[in-house]
């Protein structure tokens, strides 16, 4: 995406990504955080008035092993972080043998148990379309806004992208 990782209360607004994110299974080695805009948000700070139209296009190779999260906006979030009026319009594809989490806007908003923090999802959109092929007996969940929910308050997000899951060898 358009920053590797946010930390601190780093602020980013304004921010379109038109390029496509991709990583062949031949390039993948161990696990993954992609996200249109940030792959990682480490913070307090927010993603505000930011689109993705850019495809994310994962393969993860047979046998991969790691939790492997993708978001149209951010991949997931390690601290207390606001995401505002973003919009992701770019597909989500994806192939999978490990765990994973997709959202159209973030992938994974846990909260463990020795950090509780609330990320706070207001008014964000998903127009895209998420394409999950989960390979294998892992965990595997997909959402129009996000693929994992601890710890997040939701206010007026919107989805109007088709989900696909698919299951097998």
Known sequence: GVVAKLAGSATVTGVTNYAELSIPESEFKVKACMGGIAGIHQGSGT??????????DFMAATGSNGINVIGGIVSKTDAAATIENCTNSGA????NAGVLYIGGIIG??????????????????????IDVQAVGTEESA??????????????TCTNTGVISVTTGS
Do not use: E, F, M
Not at 47 to 56: E, V
Not at 92 to 95: E, F, L, Q, R, V
Not at 142 to 155: E, H, K, N, R, Y
């Open 108 to 129: 994974n908003t846990h909260s463990s148990t020795d950090k509780t923090y609330t990320v706070n999802l207001t008014s964000n959109t998903n127009a895209g379309n």
């Open 47 to 56: 993603i505000s008035q930011c689109t993705n139209a850019g495809s994310i």
């Open 92 to 95: 989500i594809t994806n192939k």
């Open 142 to 155: 997909a959402g129009g806004i996000c693929g994992l929910v601890s710890g997040a308050t939701l206010t």
